[in-house]
């Protein structure tokens, strides 16, 4: 699974501000502000891995994660309580690319979940057109 995000996002009161509380039956919690290495989860402590070195830079909100295309860098996680076959879900993230040039005729990847049954499977993409 590939988990390229800023995290799933809480309402804000404010924009440009942290949550103060985050709304009940919130699943997973990533704020991506780590410099390198593991990103926590704040809620659900599913830890994604980092791959290809994932860095920082300067978020909505604090920082976020840095992705470089041309090193295949992404975050994963085991598919354990990931998987929403069959049932209404939500995900949010807050994506800024500096070029979607050169991406395939899929896309680059924001976030997917593949399972090793392909049940439940999804994704979000960019695709080089803008369109997601």
Excluded: C
Aim: charged residues 15%.
């Amino acid at each position: 699974m590939h988990l390229p995000l800023r995290g799933a996002l809480a309402p804000l009161t404010m924009p440009g501000k942290a949550p103060t509380t985050l709304p009940n039956g919130l699943l997973n919690y990533w704020k991506l502000d780590e410099a390198s290495g593991t990103r926590a989860d704040s809620i659900g402590g599913k830890t994604l891995t980092d791959n290809n070195t994932v860095t920082q830079a300067v978020g909505k909100i604090d920082f976020a994660g840095q992705f470089t295309a041309a090193t295949l860098e992404y975050l994963s996680a085991s598919d354990s309580g990931l998987v929403f076959a069959a049932v209404d879900f939500t995900v949010a993230a807050w994506v800024w690319s500096d070029a979607l040039a050169g991406a395939n005729a899929d896309g680059r990847g924001i976030m997917s979940v593949h399972n090793s049954d392909a049940i439940g499977d999804w994704d979000i993409r960019a695709l080089s057109t803008g369109r997601i």
